[in-house]
């Protein structure tokens, strides 16, 4: 078996400039308040470390971790909760922090879970969106890049568990 090698479709270059413009919107939407940021496991966290390192404003983190895929590049279509979240949310300015969206099942899975918890306000922010891909509207509030219908890997991106450590944002053929 021939092993995939990832191909660049983002260069890191870029996806800096993206960071910093999200960061920039982010800030001054959220001038003088302290939005609890909740990074979705495991591949917001470097997307998240970045976007955080460049906001202009004190926020707090927290993290959920969910799955829909098993040990390939197709959803399952079934969301597990694998770690909640510790911070209550209640009456609190919440951005979900997010790799990429694709299907947009996980993440309105996250935002209904979400919304029932009372939050004065709720927006979702990724780094990219797929929308090819997409079973349920979603709306992303703060978006990086719209990619095509490939696997994406990179940034945080992972297949099984590889390729996070790329710097690019790639894809798998």
Not at 107 to 126: E, G, H, N, W
């Amino acid at each position: 078996m021939v092993a995939r090698q990832p191909k660049v479709l983002i260069p890191q270059d870029e996806i800096r400039q993206t960071i910093s413009r999200l960061a920039a919107e982010i800030s001054k939407d959220y001038q003088g308040k302290r939005p609890l940021l909740i990074g979705i496991l495991k591949g917001s966290f470097m997307f998240m470390a970045d976007l955080v390192r460049q906001l202009g404003l004190p926020v707090e983190m927290d993290f959920m971790q969910l799955s829909s895929y098993g040990a390939g590049t197709e959803t399952t279509g079934k969301i597990k909760v694998l770690k909640g979240l510790k911070t209550p949310i209640g009456g609190r300015d919440v951005l979900v922090v997010e790799d990429i969206v694709d299907t947009g099942l996980t993440v309105s899975f996250i935002m209904d879970y979400l919304r029932k918890k009372k939050p004065t306000s709720l927006k979702l922010c990724a780094l990219a969106d797929k929308p090819s891909r997409r079973k349920v509207p979603v709306t992303i509030d703060y978006l990086g890049f719209t990619v095509p219908d490939k696997f994406i890997v990179g940034c945080g991106i992972d297949l099984n568990e590889q390729h996070r450590h790329l710097p690019d944002i790639c894809f798998i053929e």
